[in-house]
């Protein structure tokens, strides 16, 4: 009797298991069957292609993609909810590499591994600007006057230990006047107005910003950080090509929680691959000024790993590093 009762017993958990493994399979199977949530962690370019990310990729899923701006702390406000959502792959975040200026700046205490990796969507380079009145024609102009000069520069950031504040340390100090230089954080895409406004001497962000300003003659851009120059502003040299030793590009992707099933990680991969070889989507790198650079999970993974050890290096070495 004992026997025969163990033995429905271990047959009821069976079918038990069996039932729940089917209706797990059945979901994602399905996935999705409810909105998914993009959560935006910054203004400006950022947010135009991630809203542009979520339309194409709503139009190639059975539920729409959502962009929600959670903007703030150098991109942390995002991450933490992102991070404190259900991994069942109904919350991803459009990340970038400033998931480790996060972490090693203090203001996250998890780092990349705390997400699982969906795809790399694009990549775009820093560009330096002034204002055209400042009488500066070239990065070097603009290095020497501050080296001859009592006053530090003023140059903008898009927030304390973002990945502009990373960018902007490592270029100044690799042009020898680190220590003539005040960072002012600000948020939400606001370096052309802040320029022009004077409250700043210069601002390191996203070519997008300042083209209509460079057109209107107003702003000028002396350098962008990349190895080579861009598509966008190919007039403008590297600072590499004015002896500014700096080599820095972001990556901007999408992530979900660490434990987000295998298959609607592989779904959300699938629509952002579909959306960022659209014909739309690469008519407005062009137009924006970042470039169309998909990697598939396992590939956006391994860049992951590989840059967030050389942003912990650079920041212990800029002394950036909490």
Known sequence: MILKSLSLATAGAAMMAFTMGVSAEKT???????????????????????????????????????????????????????????????????????????HYGGNIEFDYKAFVPIARISTEVPALAIRTESGWNSLGEMIEA??????????????????????????????????????????????????????????????????SHVEAGTLKVVAVTSGDRIKLLPDVPTAKEQGVDVNITMWRGLAAPEGTPAEAVKALEEAAKKAAESKEF?????????????????????????????????MDDLGLKK
Not at 166 to 175: E, G, I, K, P
Not at 176 to 203: F, M, N, Q, T
Not at 290 to 311: N, R, V
């Open 28 to 102: 994602y199977a399905e996935f999705p069957e409810k909105p998914v949530e993009m959560t935006i962690l910054f203004g400006s370019t950022a947010n135009t292609i991630g809203q542009l990310l979520a339309d194409l990729m709503s139009k190639n899923m059975a539920q729409p993609v959502v962009p929600v701006n959670r903007a703030g702390g150098g991109g942390a406000v995002g991450y933490k909810h992102v991070h404190s959502t259900a991994a069942d792959g109904y919350n991803i975040v459009w990340n970038s590499n400033s998931i480790s200026t996060s």
């Open 146 to 211: 501050v080296k001859s000069s009592d006053e530090k520069l003023k140059v903008g950031i898009s927030g304390k230990g973002s990945f502009t504040h990373l960018t902007s340390v490592a270029v100044f100090d690799a042009a020898g006047i680190g220590d003539k230089v005040l960072y002012v954080p600000y948020d939400r895409g606001r370096a052309p107005a802040e320029l022009l406004g004077g409250r700043i001497d210069a601002a390191l962000q996203w070519p997008g910003q300042f083209v």
């Open 282 to 314: 690469i008519e407005a790198s062009d137009k924006i000024g970042f470039t169309p650079a998909f990697l598939t999970s396992q590939e956006f993974g391994d860049l992951i790993a590989s840059d967030d050890a050389k942003i912990s290096k650079l």
